[in-house]
């Protein structure tokens, strides 16, 4: 595990999006596992930029992005997963459509549990992934997996705690609206595809994931992001500074 800090969050999000775009340049199918949430929005908009500027090509290279939200309203489509995507990096740059991914459709309703392997398999089978990014939530969360979340758990279908609900609402107009499950990729699938992992966490209120994290001797399923504790290739991007 390495901890590279940052002073000023802007610098992490653009040596972030500097290590995309050299990737992308390096391997052209490179395969990358992405994450959402206010985290990455500079992070893809730097991405954007760059891209323009070194007129990168990604149009063979392939994303599975990490979660999304499930049975969300006709109306709030903007609050998805595939829209801010969209919105924020796939209308951006010359991606090809047929090589996104997301684990679910988020129209669609599903129960509490049911498994997607089959969007493990296609990550398995196309070789894993070769940069997995993950956001950090405030409760240990990576994707939407929960705290209680297991250690060989798989893409499925989780119902969100009260803290996630809570933090998300703030892209809602009512805390009514914030969709009541997701599907996530799992702890396993992101542990056993990933060839190296960046953890972006920034602002005060994720130091107690972070440091349960930095702590931790194993995996506590109270903070899922502990998975990673004994994940070699892991490189974690922060602006908390811990003694
Ligand atoms: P954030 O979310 O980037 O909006 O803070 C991170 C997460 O919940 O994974």
Redesign the pocket.
């Known amino acids: 595990m390495e901890i590279k800090y940052f002073l000023k969050k802007e610098k992490a999000f653009e040596l972030m999006a500097k290590i995309i775009i050299e990737k992308v340049i390096e391997k052209p199918n490179v395969v990358l596992g992405l ?7 500079k992070v893809y908009e730097n991405v954007i930029c760059l891209s323009k500027i070194k007129n990168v090509n990604f149009s063979k290279v392939f994303t599975f992005n ?1 979660d999304e939200y499930v049975n969300l309203k006709q109306e709030l489509y903007k609050n998805s997963y595939h829209f801010y995507m969209d919105n924020n990096l796939f209308n951006f740059i010359n991606i090809n459509h047929d090589n996104i991914h997301f684990p679910c459709n988020f129209q669609n309703n599903y129960n509490s549990g049911e498994l997607f392997q089959d969007y493990d398999k296609k990550i398995h089978d196309i070789g894993g992934i070769e940069i997995q990014l ?5 409760n240990g ?4 997996n929960e705290p209680g979340s297991k250690i060989d758990s798989i893409t499925r279908c989780i119902e969100l705690s009260h803290t ?1 609900i809570k ?2 609402s703030r892209y809602f107009q009512s805390i009514n609206d914030v969709p009541k499950k997701a599907v996530t990729m799992g702890l396993k699938t992101i542990i056993d595809n990933s060839k190296m992992i960046y953890l ?4 005060e ?2 130091r107690d994931a972070l440091k349960r994290l930095i702590d931790s001797k194993g995996f506590d399923p109270n903070y899922p992001v502990t998975i990673l504790k004994n994940f070699k290739n892991l490189i974690i991007f922060t602006d908390l500074k811990f003694n």
């Open positions: 994450a959402t949430g206010g985290t990455f929005e990490l993950l956001g950090l939530g405030a969360h990576i994707g939407f996630t933090d998300n972006l966490a920034f602002g209120n994720k």
